[in-house]
């Protein structure tokens, strides 16, 4: 990145009192935009520091990958010093970002309507996990986002449990819902001069993931899911496996040698028939009328895969992916995180990159996923904790002399 480029959320200031993953995914989001995000930690620091430590007295990777680009500083909010400094903070910052539980941050002394007579002009952004009413003031984690909304009881066999994602779509993918919210009330604010109150609930944001099984839920109404390789339907949309719950079939296939992840994801189009029936060496299915049309071969899709699968267990998923390619037949290898670490066109990308870290050396982590032709994204290291307290607080015109106090009495 040269000197000159001006990055997106540039002169943006934003406070960040969030932990643990839901809030730090979205001020890095911001960080990684150009934000001045300035991570406010209690002395003891963001817990997720030291947890599922690889190193020991290291910041964790848990940490570390959720918060690159931030300063951090410390501050004891229990104090009315600590709260006198908070204050000033908020004045000289656009957005405040938090993911505490349920009214902490009122009970601090921070209401809503407080922080508008502090700063007109705040944007305040909150995670939750759930939105007013009977479930308003219960704790959310990750998987019981996921489950509250709709993403378990679709996701497995019919014959298994309900069955969480390794994709973090209650923490993460709330976190992302929240960056639109703040560039939202940011783009309102240039025409009104005021902030506003912005906050997700991670129920609905995994809601908001979840959509199509709510589409298929009104559909079950009229008939069984045809497009499901269930033989029973009931009152509510099943767990179906591989499907794809979309209107074109798929399913993943093994692939050579038969390892735990040697596997390719297949969708067949009704113009890929041909040419799949060619390749696995089947080529008269192509006319046959049992199987030459989506309506015929829709009541035995079993049996189609298992045919295409005959073919896909001599090769490896890559040397399938790439000869399905060449006939325009859509298909994804099943990566496993060891590959995806290693790809080289993810790291061409900016996908995954490599970190400097002080105490680490290195380490990889996710790059931005947004990209903008003029506002590029270098991924910096986490920050040590409270490593800028003298430089933040000096611009709120605390003395080094000030600073030294404040830490022996524990208030930074």
């Known amino acids: 990145m040269t000197a000159s480029t001006q990055r997106a959320l540039e002169g943006v200031?934003?406070?960040?009192?969030?932990?643990?993953?839901?809030?730090?995914?979205?001020?890095?989001i911001?960080?990684?935009?150009?934000?001045?995000?300035?991570?406010?930690?209690?002395?003891?620091?963001?817990?997720?520091?030291?947890?599922?430590?690889?190193?020991?007295?290291?910041?964790?990777?848990?940490?570390?990958?959720?918060?690159?680009?931030?300063?951090?500083?410390?501050?004891?909010?229990?104090?009315?010093?600590?709260?006198?400094?908070?204050?000033?903070?908020?004045?000289?910052?656009?957005?405040?970002?938090?993911?505490?539980?349920?009214?902490?941050?009122?009970?601090?002394?921070?209401?809503?309507?407080?922080?508008q007579e502090i700063n007109p002009g705040l944007v305040f952004a909150s995670i939750k996990g759930f939105g007013p009413g009977r479930y308003e003031n219960f704790k959310a984690y990750e998987v019981v986002a996921q489950a509250m909304g709709g993403a378990m009881s679709t996701t497995g066999f019919e014959d298994g449990p309900p069955t969480a994602t390794g994709a973090q779509i209650g923490d993460s993918g709330t976190g992302i819902?929240?960056?639109?919210?703040?560039?939202?009330?940011?783009?309102?604010?240039?025409?009104?001069?005021?902030?506003?109150?912005?906050?997700?609930?991670?129920?609905?944001?995994?809601?908001?993931?979840?959509?199509?099984?709510?589409?298929?839920?009104?559909?079950?109404t009229h008939g069984p899911l045809r497009e499901y390789p269930n033989d029973n339907f009931g009152t509510e949309v099943p767990r179906s496996g591989n499907a794809s719950g979309g209107g074109q079939p798929g399913w993943a296939l093994r692939c050579a040698p038969g390892g735990p992840n040697d596997y390719i994801y297949v969708i067949v189009q009704p113009p890929g028939w041909a040419p799949?029936?060619?390749?696995?060496?089947?080529?008269?299915?192509?006319?046959?009328?049992?199987?030459?049309?989506?309506?015929?071969?829709?009541?035995?899709l079993d049996k189609m895969f298992a045919l295409i699968e005959q073919w896909t267990e001599q090769h490896t998923k890559f040397e399938v992916m790439d000869k399905l390619n060449a006939l325009n037949v859509p298909c994804g290898p099943i990566m496993s995180t060891a590959e995806l670490?290693?790809?080289?066109?993810?790291?061409?990308?900016?996908?995954?990159?490599?970190?400097?870290?002080?105490?680490?050396?290195?380490?990889k982590t996710v790059g931005c996923p947004i990209k903008l032709s003029d506002s590029p994204v270098e991924v910096?290291?986490?920050?040590?904790?409270?490593?800028?307290?003298?430089?933040?607080?000096?611009?709120?015109?605390?003395?080094?002399?000030?600073l030294d106090d404040l830490k022996t009495a524990g208030v930074i």
Request: hydrophobic share 40%; with cysteine.
């Open 177 to 220: 819902h929240l960056v639109a919210g703040i560039l939202a009330a940011l783009f309102q604010r240039t025409s009104t001069g005021k902030g506003q109150r912005v906050t997700v609930a991670m129920q609905e944001a995994v809601l908001n993931l979840t959509r199509v099984k709510l589409r298929d839920q009104q559909r079950l």
């Open 341 to 363: 670490i290693a790809d080289e066109t993810l790291a061409d990308l900016g996908a995954v990159v490599e970190v400097e870290h002080p105490q680490r050396g290195t380490f």
């Open 276 to 300: 799949i029936a060619e390749l696995i060496g089947k080529p008269e299915l192509a006319e046959d009328p049992d199987w030459a049309t989506p309506v015929a071969r829709l009541d035995k």
């Open 30 to 115: 911001l960080a990684w935009l150009g934000a001045d995000v300035i991570k406010l930690e209690a002395p003891t620091g963001d817990i997720t520091r030291q947890q599922l430590r690889d190193l020991p007295d290291v910041d964790s990777l848990y940490f570390t990958m959720l918060n690159c680009n931030k300063r951090s500083i410390t501050l004891n909010m229990k104090s009315d010093r600590g709260k006198e400094i908070f204050t000033d903070l908020v004045k000289n910052s656009d957005v405040l970002v938090e993911n505490f539980a349920p009214g902490a941050i009122d009970r601090m002394g921070f209401t809503w309507e407080r922080l």
């Open 13 to 28: 200031r934003v406070l960040d009192m969030t932990h643990v993953q839901s809030g730090p995914s979205c001020t890095q």
């Open 380 to 402: 910096q290291t986490s920050p040590g904790l409270g490593e800028h307290n003298s430089v933040i607080y000096g611009s709120l015109g605390i003395s080094p002399a000030e």
